[in-house]
């Protein structure tokens, strides 16, 4: 009679929880805005990819159209910038340092400066409207203040508290449906975007990592976002790629973030007496430069440079100088203020240099552009385990697995040596920085 008893006992707590709207609720709620994220990401990479095409189609294919973008890519930037500012504010940049810097903020407001449906909107519109005017910006990273601010959203309709780890999890899910990278999601969520990380947080980010990830291959199928690469590491020269990428890679990748860590502070303070005129005049001025780059390169520097990377891996080399042009029109697009992500310009830049180191030591292109890849991005975010897995699950290159983890590593204690600030966390601060300033602020006026 007992375990009887005992069953019915379990079935009655079950159905008065399931019957209880506090406990369904929030869960409910937290899966329709996992799922929401997969589709949000994949309607972005299909306005960014037509973004990309039209610009491709404006510029044409020779004659006076090849230097429209002198006009139209200033013009945009400063369109973007100025929209950053006057309506989206938080919005400029990646995103990734607003997901890290809401996460170590502990009142709502705050947080909901830097995430929000709002910030939704904005992000998408401005990083679309980059993509159309020629910008070396990336939407991945846009992806994560998307998939952290809807989640954040989520957290307010269900009740549902943590909101650390549902801003963790939203983070992942962007990145995971971003790029069809599940695992990737995970790593990113536990070494980048969660410094201390909560195991409590677990179950949060696996399962909005799950049905964001199932959401996206709903709309889109399962794919591999280079393809696949087949190549291994099984000669001498193939090993010495992987010292040159690694070292080499991380130094530029680490030369990239400083310099755009330096940068940024100078911007600041110099545009602090008039942000909105003078950010305006940088974003022209930046617009400028990157148009002009573009044209000197044929074209190939604008916009993502996901065909220039792809092309990498299926082994069709690049020019030995496009990774130089490719590193600097995505620094100046950077530091312009407007939003847009560095992560698959970093791709390309990486898939360039290994390209071009390749070629140099005559080793197989395709095993070059995704060491190069591993080398260089562990660099400029110095998260060498996000590095060689995000890698892996874009190329399928599981014949690699060791050199890329070898080349990540190397990426990574190169870039370390050059700068001991981690991009993303070194930004993140000026975002905590400007939420403390508020407060005291409003605390000063109180009193």
Same mark, same amino acid.
């Given at each position: 009679?007992?375990?009887?008893?005992?069953?019915?006992?379990?079935?009655?707590?079950?159905?008065?929880?399931?019957?209880?709207?506090?406990?369904?609720?929030?869960?409910?709620?937290?899966?329709?805005?996992?799922?929401?994220?997969?589709?949000?990401?994949?309607?972005?990479?299909?306005?960014?990819?037509?973004?990309?095409?039209? +610009?491709?189609?404006?510029?044409?294919?020779?004659?006076?159209?090849?230097?429209?973008?002198?006009?139209?890519?200033?013009?945009?930037?400063?369109?973007?910038?100025?929209?950053?500012?006057?309506?989206?504010?938080?919005?400029?940049?990646?995103?990734?340092?607003?997901?890290?810097?809401?996460?170590?903020?502990?009142?709502?407001?705050?947080?909901?400066?830097?995430?929000?449906?709002?910030?939704?909107?904005?992000?998408?519109?401005?990083?679309?409207?980059?993509?159309?005017?020629?910008?070396?910006?990336?939407?991945?990273?846009?992806?994560?203040?998307?998939?952290?601010?809807?989640?954040?959203?989520?957290?307010?309709?269900?009740?549902?508290?943590?909101?650390?780890?549902?801003?963790?999890?939203?983070?992942?899910?962007?990145?995971?449906?971003?790029?069809?990278?599940?695992?990737?999601?995970?790593?990113?969520?536990?070494?980048?975007?969660?410094?201390?990380?909560?195991?409590?947080?677990?179950?949060?980010?696996?399962?909005?990592?799950?049905?964001?990830?199932?959401?996206?291959i709903g709309f889109v199928g399962n794919y591999t976002y280079f393809g696949e690469l087949a190549?291994?590491?099984?000669?001498?020269?193939?090993?010495?790629?992987?010292?040159?990428?690694?070292?080499?890679?991380?130094?530029?990748?680490?030369?990239f973030s400083a310099g755009a860590l330096r940068a940024s502070r100078r911007i600041r303070r110099?545009?602090?007496?008039?942000?909105?005129?003078?950010?305006?005049?940088?974003?022209?001025?930046?617009?400028?430069?990157?148009?002009?780059?573009?044209?000197?390169?044929?074209?190939?520097?604008?916009?993502?440079?996901?065909?220039?990377?792809?092309? #990498?891996?299926?082994?069709?080399?690049?020019?030995?100088? +496009?990774?130089?042009?490719?590193?600097?029109?995505?620094?100046?697009?950077?530091?312009?203020?407007?939003?847009?992500?560095?992560? #698959?310009?970093?791709?390309?830049?990486?898939?360039?240099?290994?390209?071009?180191?390749?070629?140099?030591?005559?080793?197989?292109?395709?095993?070059?552009?995704?060491?190069?890849?591993?080398?260089?991005?562990?660099?400029?975010?110095?998260?060498?385990?996000?590095?060689?897995?995000?890698?892996?699950?874009?190329?399928?290159?599981?014949?690699?697995?060791?050199?890329?983890?070898?080349?990540?590593?190397?990426?990574?204690?190169?870039?370390?040596?050059?700068?001991?600030?981690?991009?993303?966390?070194?930004?993140?601060?000026?975002?905590?920085?400007?939420?403390?300033?508020?407060?005291?602020?409003?605390?000063?006026?109180?009193?």
């Amino acid at each position: 009679m007992r375990p009887i008893h005992r069953q019915n006992s379990v079935l009655r707590r079950s159905q008065a929880m399931w019957g209880n709207t506090r406990v369904w609720r929030p869960r409910l709620v937290f899966w329709v805005g996992a799922l929401a994220i997969g589709a949000i990401s994949v309607g972005f990479a299909k306005l960014a990819d037509v973004a990309q095409h039209l +610009f491709q189609m404006a510029r044409g294919s020779g004659g006076w159209t090849t230097y429209l973008p002198l006009a139209i890519t200033p013009m945009g930037f400063v369109i973007c910038a100025y929209m950053a500012l006057r309506f989206f504010p938080n919005s400029q940049g990646s995103g990734i340092p607003q997901a890290i810097a809401a996460r170590y903020l502990t009142d709502d407001d705050d947080r909901f400066r830097l995430l929000s449906l709002k910030m939704v909107a904005g992000k998408i519109l401005l990083t679309v409207m980059g993509l159309l005017s020629g910008a070396s910006i990336g939407r991945e990273g846009p992806t994560v203040q998307v998939g952290a601010s809807v989640m954040l959203q989520a957290a307010r309709w269900g009740g549902m508290a943590h909101a650390r780890g549902l801003i963790l999890a939203g983070s992942a899910a962007g990145i995971a449906a971003a790029f069809n990278t599940p695992l990737a999601g995970i790593v990113f969520a536990i070494e980048e975007m969660g410094k201390s990380y909560e195991s409590r947080a677990n179950g949060l980010v696996l399962t909005a990592v799950i049905l964001s990830g199932l959401a996206a291959i709903g709309f889109v199928g399962n794919y591999t976002y280079f393809g696949e690469l087949a190549a291994a590491t099984t000669s001498f020269s193939d090993w010495l790629l992987v010292i040159l990428c690694g070292v080499g890679g991380g130094a530029f990748g680490a030369c990239f973030s400083a310099g755009a860590l330096r940068a940024s502070r100078r911007i600041r303070r110099w545009a602090a007496f008039a942000p909105l005129s003078r950010m305006v005049l940088l974003a022209a001025i930046c617009g400028f430069a990157v148009a002009v780059i573009g044209i000197v390169s044929g074209g190939m520097t604008f916009g993502t440079g996901y065909e220039q990377a792809r092309g #990498a891996v299926e082994g069709n080399a690049l020019p030995w100088y +496009f990774f130089l042009e490719k590193l600097l029109a995505g620094f100046l697009s950077m530091i312009s203020g407007i939003p847009g992500g560095i992560f #698959a310009p970093s791709l390309s830049v990486g898939a360039g240099f290994g390209s071009a180191v390749g070629q140099l030591i005559g080793s197989n292109i395709g095993l070059a552009a995704i060491l190069g890849m591993a080398g260089y991005f562990a660099g400029v975010v110095q998260a060498p385990m996000t590095a060689f897995v995000i890698i892996l699950e874009m190329t399928g290159s599981h014949n690699s697995v060791i050199a890329l983890m070898c080349t990540a590593m190397l990426g990574y204690g190169t870039a370390r040596i050059i700068s001991h600030e981690p991009l993303y966390h070194s930004l993140s601060r000026v975002f905590i920085a400007d939420a403390i300033r508020r407060k005291r602020a409003e605390m000063a006026s109180a009193g």
